[in-house]
Nanobody, 121 residues
Framework: VQLQASGGGLVQTGGSLRLSCQGS????????IGWYRQAPGEQRELVAA???????SYKGSVAGRFTISRDNAENTVYLQMNSLKPEDTAVYYC????????????????WGQGTQVTVSS
């Protein structure tokens, strides 16, 4: 499954964005997906993940503000981001991987292009 992230942009603090992760291939519905982000000078971090069955997990600082969902008919995983803060500014990536029952997500080795999210104060 190959993935393409899109939907980033520039928003003000408190605003919203919806990121899309478009997949290809017939096995998308069987694929666990994670959203990551990387801010300048920082390590890449997991923001949210969703299993093929729809179970979801979130980084603590985004829980309650971000929602991950999937539409298998459209081969797309979404990340709805509300109440955005300047510290959410980063390049956001989606990746395939393995979602564990404790909410841990282990990504694949391949990273595609991300989408830039900038939150102004």
């Amino acid at each position: 499954v190959q993935l393409q992230a899109s939907g980033g942009g520039l928003v003000q603090t408190g605003g919203s964005l919806r990121l899309s992760c478009q997949g290809s291939g017939t096995t998308f519905s069987l694929t666990d997906i994670g959203w990551y982000r990387q801010a300048p000078g920082e390590q890449r971090e997991l923001v949210a993940a969703i299993s093929s069955g729809g179970s979801a997990s979130y980084k603590g600082s985004v829980a309650g503000r971000f929602t991950i969902s999937r539409d298998n008919a459209e081969n797309t995983v979404y990340l709805q981001m509300n109440s955005l803060k300047p510290e959410d500014t980063a390049v956001y990536y989606c990746n395939t991987g393995t979602y564990y029952s404790n909410g841990y997500f282990f990504p694949s080795r391949y990273w595609g292009q991300g989408t830039q999210v900038t939150v102004s104060s």
